[in-house]
């Protein structure tokens, strides 16, 4: 899985470098699909998504909230 990793993250380089993107919106960008991607995952249920991502549960809504993160779908599940 390493090696399948850092592969894939040396295309996201090429990619970022090839179109002049910044590194912090870049960032932000894989951040924010994490998050998304983890909340989906688990239902939108933030305790689990954060034990799944390896952060502490506050840390996780702070990251929503500084991304823009959808909370709507997150309400209405619950």
Known sequence: MENNLKGK???IANFVIQNHLSLKDIMDE???TVI???L???KYNKVKA???LN???N???LKIKKL???DEEIIEIK
Do not use: C, D, Q
């Open 50 to 52: 954060s034990k799944l």
């Open 55 to 57: 952060v502490h549960r």
């Open 9 to 11: 993250l040396k295309e």
């Open 68 to 70: 823009g993160i959808n």
């Open 40 to 42: 989906k995952k688990t």
């Open 36 to 38: 998304e991607t983890a």
């Open 30 to 32: 894989m951040e924010k």
């Open 59 to 61: 840390t996780l809504r």
